[in-house]
């Protein structure tokens, strides 16, 4: 089975967010970027699936150039090769523009599966796997824990709301978008890293892929969060504090 | 052109809560750009459903009838709701956030060359969309450019169910063309993960533990906590997909939905999925290292600190309260 991944780097959980000069976007976190979560389960799935059944793992991804590291990250992990396309514009692009660029490298690859994670840590827009899945023209499966490959196509376990879930079937060639959870995430190891050094990472340039970029969306500014209640912060020394908050809880909020 | 077009979920039978605070939002946005709002309940059988909705201030009610959509499939509803809005044009198509739109609206708007402005928290002047980026701890504000139809979702709670206008509204039926080959999809009965022996959806006190308790053996830290106070444990989604807490104990979107009187959350940063699990709480206290936490801005008491301090500290102080 073919798989590709598509992967996007995205600002590290603990990086501290600073709203950029022109309000636009936020400070660049120096080096702090990472594996957006919810795409390394998706990887965790393609490489489960490659050792189950064999086959070839490839992970795409759209960005700057700091996205090498990431996309070398994957391939310690166990992918096979990557696909880089070069994008100075990712955040200035909406949902349906930055699939449309995945999507031009992804469909020469004809692979089998396409998997994605659910949504990304930054933008948490939840939209890409299942637009890839639109432009490619094939059946999909969003908010998924796992997969099975059956004779003909997939068994996949959906998570719903409140904690219920549902087995869906569809046939391959198929995008499936996955939650986080599903599997135990491997670590690089020694030699993982070492391999990937010598794997093969394509180069691809967004505007070379001529694809539909006018936005119908925009991100006009960002702005910190307002307060939708009055916190009352209490400080002092730890034991202070502590004393505080039962006497507020007992006397004020009345809840012991 | 015909205006605003709400997409209405039923449940049951029922229009789904979240449904309702789509059509507060539907209103709202027909408000700020002086159009007509609508209302559409896809479905298999929606008079029930349809006849809720006709009784609010709305232009149109439509039913969107066919058997293959009985169950739910993007497929089915992909092409029920792409052959009405060819029809109807509209300006703006408001959804609630819910897991099934989730699933296909993107697609949909992908279809029509559109793109989703998706679990929106607020619509202002312009008009213009808020929704949070950065794990909840930034805000976007977002426009849509160009002649076409604009798609929104919104999110759980950000609206008013009982924010919608009552009125009357004229019923018709619209019956998409689908052929059952399709469907590409073939989806199975819903089921429960397993048996639930917690029901955090009644608990009166709630003790919540998040990645910052860094390892599983540093829960009973926590736990002492919650049993000081008498309070159930919960979790967020790391903890429970660690597997250090068992799924049940999971708040949030995907987990269970709980309303106590006292919810402490404690290493818990406050992502838009956990927030909406519990912010109907009667009383909210974070316990975070970091001060700019989304937590800290659905919380009534916050402390800024470590948890490996101030938990032992806090147990000692209920346990000395209760004498």
Redesign the interface.
């Known amino acids: 089975m073919k798989i590709v991944v598509a992967i996007k780097q995205v600002p590290e959980r603990d990086a501290q967010v600073r709203v950029d000069g022109a309000g636009r976007w936020i400070e660049e976190p120096g080096s702090q970027y990472a594996l957006n979560e919810p795409d390394a389960y998706a990887l965790e799935e393609a490489l489960q699936l490659r050792e189950q059944h064999g086959g070839e793992v490839v992970v795409v991804s759209a960005g700057p150039e700091r996205v090498g590291a990431t996309i070398r990250e994957a391939l310690a992990k166990g992918a096979d090769r990557g696909i880089q396309i070069e994008c100075g514009d990712l955040g200035a692009r909406d949902a349906l523009s930055v699939a449309r660029l995945l999507v031009a490298a992804i469909r020469p690859e004809t692979p089998d599966l396409v998997l994605a994670g659910l949504q990304s840590d930054d933008l948490g827009q939840g939209q890409t796997g299942v637009i890839l899945a639109e432009l490619l023209g094939l059946p999909y499966a969003s908010l998924i824990l796992h997969v099975e490959k059956t004779g003909a196509g997939l068994k996949v376990k959906r998570e719903l709301e409140e904690g219920w879930f549902q087995t869906i079937e569809l046939p391959l060639p198929a995008v499936v978008t996955m939650q986080s959870g599903g599997n135990k995430l491997r670590y690089a190891t020694l030699m993982g890293i070492k391999r990937a050094k010598t794997k093969e990472v394509r180069l691809l340039r967004a505007d070379a892929l001529d694809t539909e970029s006018t936005p119908v969306v925009v991100l006009e500014r960002v702005l910190l969060p307002t307060k939708q209640k009055t916190t009352q912060m209490l400080t002092g020394t730890v034991k202070e504090t502590a004393a505080a908050l039962v006497e507020k809880l007992k006397v004020e909020a009345r809840v012991l | 052109m015909s205006g605003v077009w709400v997409v209405v979920e039923e449940r049951d039978g029922r229009v789904s809560r979240i449904s309702w605070e789509a059509v507060a939002a539907g209103q709202r946005l027909a408000k700020l750009t002086g159009l007509t709002v609508n209302a559409v309940v896809p479905g298999a059988e929606t008079t029930a459903p349809a006849a809720e909705v006709a009784v609010k201030a709305l232009g149109r009610v439509v039913r969107l009838e066919h058997p293959l959509l009985a169950a739910y499939t ?2 089915g509803f992909l092409l029920a709701l792409q052959q009405f809005f060819a029809a109807e044009q509209p300006e703006y198509a408001v959804f609630p956030h ?2 099934q739109v ?3 609206a ?2 949909l ?3 029509l ?7 929106v928290t607020a619509i202002g002047v312009g008009p ?1 969309f808020t929704r ?15 002649g ?1 139809a604009c798609f929104v979702s919104v999110q759980a709670g950000a609206f008013r169910a009982d924010a919608v206008e009552d009125g009357s509204a004229e019923v018709s039926v619209f019956s998409p063309a689908i052929e059952a080959a399709q469907i ?10 397993s048996a ?1 022996t917690v029901d955090l959806g009644s608990a009166q ?1 709630i003790v919540s533990v998040g ?1 910052g308790i860094k390892e599983a053996e540093n829960i009973p830290l926590v736990q002492e906590l919650a049993t000081a ?1 008498g309070a159930e444990l919960g979790a967020s ?2 903890i ?2 660690n597997g250090w807490l068992a ?2 104990r999971q708040v949030g ?5 709980v309303a106590p ?2 919810y402490l959350a404690v290493g818990i ?1 406050g992502a ?1 999925q956990h927030l909406v699990g519990m ?1 109907g709480s ?5 316990i975070n290292k ?1 001060p ?1 936490a ?1 937590i ?10 470590d948890l490996f ?2 938990v032992p ?2 147990t ?3 346990r ?2 209760k004498g």
């Open positions: 993007a497929d819910s897991y989730r699933d296909y993107p697609a708007a992908a279809r060359g559109e793109a989703l402005i998706g679990d213009e949070q980026l950065m794990q909840g701890r930034l805000n976007g504000v977002y426009r849509h450019m160009g076409g590409r999809t073939r989806p199975g009965e819903r089921y429960r993960g639930q006190r990645r106070l989604r790391p429970c997909d799924a049940e979107s995907s987990g269970q939905m009187k006292l940063s838009i912010k009667q009383c909210v206290v974070a970091d700019g989304p800290f801005e659905v919380a009534d008491y916050g402390i800024v600190g301090e101030v500290a806090l000692e102080a209920v000395a309260a």
